[in-house]
C-alpha cells in the first residue's frame, strides 16, 4: 500500500530481478488494475532472461482503484503522475526507468516523458491517447456513453465496491460501450450478449473498486478537463525520439487513422499496426506482448 503525498491510498507490487537491472513501470488502462499485465510481464520476463537482462517490473493501480479507501477528492490526470514519481521515491528506484501504457497510462508515459526526460528512458504503449483534440474528443464521447449506461447504477451507491454481487451493472455497461458500441467483435459473439463469464472477466480486474471512484473517473474523463490539459501540453520532439507506439487498425475507442495520422506527424521512434486488433487486445494478445516487449528491451542510443 502507497499512500499519495495527499492523503489518498493505492496498492503496487515490485518485483526485483536481484541484480543490476533496468525498470519497468506499467501504467494501466482505464478502469482495470495491473493484471492486466500478466502475459505482457511473463513474455518480457522470458525474453530478458533470453537476452540477459535484469528487470525490476513496477505495477500499480491508480489511486482509489481496488480494495483502497475511497477517493477523498475528485480523480484527477495531474494526481497519477504525481504518484508513478512518489513510488519512484518510495522505493528509491533510480537509473534506466522505462515505461510502458496501455490507453489512459499511453498519456500518463507521454506526460512523464516529456516532463521528466532525465527520469524516463522510453515509452513503449498499445492503444494510444494521441493528444490531440479530435481524438481526446472521441475518448469524451465513449465514457459519456458508458456514463449513461452506468447513470442509475451510480446513483446514490455510495462507497459499494464492485465484487461478484454487484459487478453486473458496471459490466454490462463495460460490455454495451467496449464490445457492442466500440469495437469490430465479431457479429456473432456480439449478439450472444452479456454474459456471466465476461462479468467474471471484469471482475478480475476491478475487484473492490468504490463505485465512488467509479464516478469521479468518469466526472473526470467527461468533463472539460481532458481538453484543457491538452491545449496546454507542448511536447517536445525529443519526447517521440523515445516512443514506440503500437496501435490495432480495429481500434475504435481511439481510432487508428487520427492515431496513426499524429504519430507520422510526431515522428515517434517507432509505429506498427497490428491488422484486425482492437484497444484492449494487448491483455490477450501474446503476438503483440512479444511486440512490446522487444521494443521495451531493446538497446537504445540516448537521445539528448
Not at 198 to 214: D, F, Q, V
Request: hydrophobic share 40%; aromatic share 10%.
Amino acid at each position: 500500500m502507497h499512500e499519495t503525498r495527499d492523503g489518498d491510498r493505492l496498492r503496487y507490487k515490485l518485483v526485483r530481478s536481484g541484480g543490476p537491472a533496468v525498470t519497468v513501470v506499467f501504467l494501466n488502462g482505464s478502469f482495470f488494475n495491473y493484471h492486466q499485465w500478466d502475459l505482457l510481464s511473463s513474455r518480457l520476463n522470458r525474453m530478458a532472461v533470453d537476452k540477459g537482462i535484469g528487470v525490476d517490473s513496477l505495477f500499480m493501480d491508480y489511486r482509489g482503484f481496488g480494495d483502497v479507501p475511497p477517493l477523498s477528492r475528485p480523480f484527477s490526470f495531474d494526481a497519477v503522475q504525481t504518484d508513478v514519481l512518489g513510488l519512484l521515491g518510495e522505493e528509491r528506484i533510480h537509473g534506466d526507468v522505462r515505461l510502458v501504457g496501455s490507453s489512459l497510462g499511453s498519456l500518463v508515459g507521454l506526460s512523464l516523458l516529456d516532463r521528466f526526460p532525465g527520469r524516463f528512458s522510453s515509452l513503449a504503449a498499445y492503444g494510444l491517447v494521441a493528444p490531440v483534440l479530435a481524438v481526446v474528443r472521441h475518448v469524451k464521447g465513449v465514457f459519456g456513453h458508458m456514463r449513461g449506461q452506468l447513470a442509475a447504477w451510480l446513483s446514490g451507491k455510495g462507497e459499494e465496491r464492485l465484487d461478484k454481487g454487484s459487478i453486473a451493472p458496471f459490466a454490462g455497461a463495460m460490455w454495451d460501450t467496449f464490445v457492442a458500441r466500440y469495437s469490430r467483435t465479431a457479429a456473432a459473439v456480439k449478439a450472444r450478449g452479456f454474459t456471466d463469464a465476461y462479468a467474471s472477466y471484469i471482475l478480475k480486474y476491478t475487484r473492490g473498486t468504490p463505485a465512488s471512484t467509479i464516478r469521479s473517473f468518469l466526472d473526470y474523463f467527461t468533463s472539460d478537463a481532458m481538453e484543457t490539459n491538452l491545449e496546454g501540453a507542448h511536447l517536445s520532439p525529443v519526447t517521440f525520439q523515445k516512443t514506440d507506439i503500437f496501435h490495432g487498425t480495429d481500434d475504435l475507442v481511439t481510432p487508428f487513422l487520427e492515431v496513426k495520422s499524429f504519430c507520422d506527424s510526431a515522428g515517434v521512434r517507432t509505429f506498427r499496426a497490428f491488422q484486425g486488433a482492437g484497444h484492449t487486445d494487448v491483455i490477450l494478445d501474446g503476438g503483440i506482448c512479444d511486440a512490446l516487449a522487444s521494443a521495451v528491451l531493446a538497446e537504445r542510443k540516448k537521445t539528448a
